[in-house]
């Protein structure tokens, strides 16, 4: 039995990148002998284990061959006289068909290290088409490896795009382009994920409105040089796009984005005291003060064209509006008590914006 460091972890040490998750291949074992050494079997579609003290996942080498649709209709051989050669050959890119052995020295028979030191992202064969998850996954590296100067090897592209014309993409799962494209959201530059896809032909993945998707994306470039978070990537980009039915995010995702979309569509009018306060319900911004200063700042950025919101002294204004109080009146119904509260916001409002 011999094992093998593969994929991502080599790739990355290669580069000096601290790598956070390693993953290793097995030739010449079975599963029940990595059952029998005390692994953990979590592999569905093929052994795949956790070591016992590490938790590190370990697979046996495979072969695999395409029997269907999407990238989960794969059969797969597993046999013990697969060699490395044969687990690597199955892989997406050449810098991430790099074995390293136990004792250190690096299996490169696809051309990876020169890759690396070209700074180029090439698929290894022929047989990259056939899995349309790698559509996302080749832009992911494309993103995460930006700073390095990574470029897209010509032919992979034109494979990429092939495989968005050949309707592929529609196999696939929203879940799993999703854990792709969450990965990209938490990079530096998030941009670049979707510009490829645009490129290739894969965002209507997301949207039919592709008009609307680019400008977007054109803004959240210009912004790049801005510390935002994942949600706040996502609220630029799908500002009044409206998404396919199959694209389920997750809620923390659709809240954000909706309550931005709200707060920008609320105040897209005349500017008054009762259409900033509309705006401040929809968003619930006193219930959550900081994602309310969140969202304003972020419709600063992206509308940057009414002079009294850019100069709101919002914070102090939001902290106002939740202080207020109602008279200690007896027997007061909760009607009253809201349109008591509403008035004296709206008078608060009409300070801070001079109407």
């Known amino acids: 039995m011999k094992i093998f460091l593969v ?7 290669i580069l000096n990148i ?6 290793w291949v097995v030739i010449g074992a079975s599963e029940k002998e990595m059952l029998q050494k005390g692994f953990i079997s979590v592999g569905k579609s093929f052994p795949v ?5 590490t938790k590190e996942e370990y697979a046996l080498a495979r072969k695999e061959v395409k029997t269907g649709l999407g990238h989960k209709d794969f059969e797969f051989d597993v046999n013990k006289k697969i060699t490395i050669e044969e687990d690597l050959l199955r892989r997406d890119l050449t810098v991430n068909a790099i074995a390293k052995t136990e004792a250190g020295e690096l299996i490169d028979p696809y051309g990876g290290l020169k890759d690396i030191e070209n700074r180029v992202l090439r698929h290894i064969s022929n047989a990259f088409k056939e899995d349309p998850l790698r559509v996302f996954r080749v832009a992911r590296f494309y993103t995460y490896l930006n700073k390095f100067d990574f470029k897209i090897y010509g032919e992979t592209i034109s494979f990429m795009k092939e495989i968005c ?11 799993r382009i999703w854990m792709e494209t969450q990965k990209c959201l938490s990079m530096k530059d998030s941009h670049l994920y979707f ?8 965002l209507f993945s997301f949207t039919s409105d592709l008009e609307t998707f680019s400008k977007n994306l054109i803004f959240l470039k210009n912004f790049k040089k801005n510390s935002f978070s994942d949600e706040e990537k996502w609220a630029l980009l799908t500002l009044n796009v409206k998404l396919d039915r199959k694209v389920k995010v997750p809620n923390k995702f659709k809240k954000y984005s909706n309550h931005f979309s709200a707060f920008v569509n609320t105040l897209s009018s005349e500017i008054s005291s009762k259409l900033v306060l509309e705006a401040l319900m929809k968003i619930d911004a006193f219930r959550d003060k900081n994602r309310a200063n969140k969202i304003y700042n972020l419709y ?11 100069n ?15 008279k200690k009146i007896n027997n007061q119904s909760s009607k009253l008590i809201k349109q008591e509260i509403f008035d004296k916001r709206i008078l ?3 300070e801070f914006i001079n109407e």
Not at 18 to 23: F, R
């Open 195 to 202: 510009e490829i896809l645009e490129e290739i032909g894969a």
């Open 165 to 175: 014309a050949s309707g592929e993409l529609n196999n696939l799962s929203f879940e």
């Open 312 to 326: 709101l002294d919002f914070l102090n204004l939001l902290d106002k509006l939740t202080k207020v109080k109602p």
């Open 300 to 310: 600063k950025l992206r509308v940057n064209e009414n002079e009294i919101l850019n």
């Open 18 to 23: 601290q790598s956070s998750e390693k993953d």
């Open 348 to 350: 608060l409002i009409k």
């Open 7 to 13: 994929g991502g972890a080599v790739r990355d040490e």
């Open 49 to 53: 284990f956790l070591h016992p003290d």
